[in-house]
């Protein structure tokens, strides 16, 4: 099947986005393990250039994941036009696609590195804290997009082959489950609840690409007019006081419109870049095609670096130049590690797991 390039130029800049918004945290704190590198700030003040990182990934954090949702949906639409495949078999294809990547990455790479990195320094029950935090995803993983995903992809299926059509009923019904589940939390359920919007969206934005490509080409000249505009809100949501329901539900509604306008730009971004040269380069598609491994290891090398640095010089922690060189020792080294990881399982053709 003929690869969208759009697609793949979007899957690069989202895995982009994800690497960044997993560079700028010092502290995750739950019942299940955790870190906590605040308190080597010098008099316990964080440093402006670590603050204003911090403000950089919530802006990308603001839009990132349902980016990477309604990319798959999309992917998924496409892949699936004019095929009549069995649920078992479409279900066994995702479990070998998600959830055995999910299980060995998570046994095999993400715990160990967590575990050496301290993250279960305070544990009292080692072996209750990894299986409820990491394996049941009650604690904090990266790996719970996979989850996520399967189920998504399990719902929208078993959605689209009993109801077909009647698409308005279908995004009012995916609209109020994310208003819903972004204000109630039940593990894994709030988020595969919460996301099948976006995934729909995707899903339905497929078959109206070419003409949406056209759009987007034809008027490009007002992208950065939408970058101010999404700044703006963005800033507005931050100072927004949440004390009134009038307020939550405008702080709701700028929520919405940021996915909106965040997806709607990095996909015009995207689909700009796959029509240059550049996009045929042998780095580039190599970067494409390597983006689930980044994906896959990438995060848990945050643990790593965060405490190597803490342990060889923590007065980086404190300063203005050393926040700004945490933040790139972080992004660079955990790209390259977790591509050169993916590389070499690639080169030895080891399956699922890059």
Partial sequence: MQKIKEYDSLRIWATFLVIIGHCGYYT???????????????????????????????????????LFIGLAGAVFRYTTKGRNTELLSFI?????????????????YSIPIKFFSGYYDESNNLFYDVFLGQICLLGNSHLWFLIT???DFVIIYIIEKNFSGKNKIKLCLFFCLWAI???????????????????YLGYIFEDERNELNKFILDYKNFLPILIIVMICLFTLNIIINRDTIILKSIHKIIVFVLVLLGCYISY???????????????????????????????????????YIISNVNSTLFSTELG?????????????????????????????YIC
């Fill in 323 to 351: 926040s700004l060189i945490i933040f790139f020792i972080r992004l660079i080294g955990t790209f390259i590690l977790a591509y050169i990881i993916t590389d070499i399982l690639k080169k030895l053709k080891i399956k």
């Fill in 268 to 306: 015009a971004v995207s689909l700009i870049f796959s029509r240059k040269n550049i996009y045929n380069k042998d780095f580039i598609k190599n970067l494409s095609i390597t983006s689930f491994g980044l994906y896959l290891y990438s995060d848990p090398l945050n643990y790593l670096f965060l």
């Fill in 92 to 108: 066994k294809s995702k479990i070998y696609r998600l959830i055995i990547p999910f299980i060995i990455v998570s046994i095999f």
């Fill in 181 to 199: 589940f972004t204000k109630i939390y039940i593990p894994i359920v709030s988020s595969v609840l919460s996301y099948l919007l976006w995934f």
């Fill in 149 to 151: 995903l399967f189920c």
């Fill in 28 to 66: 995750i704190i739950t019942n299940y393990g955790g870190i906590d590198y605040t308190p080597l700030y010098y008099n316990f003040k964080e440093p402006i250039v670590h603050h204003i990182l911090s403000l950089i990934v919530a802006f990308i954090y603001s839009f990132h994941m349902p």
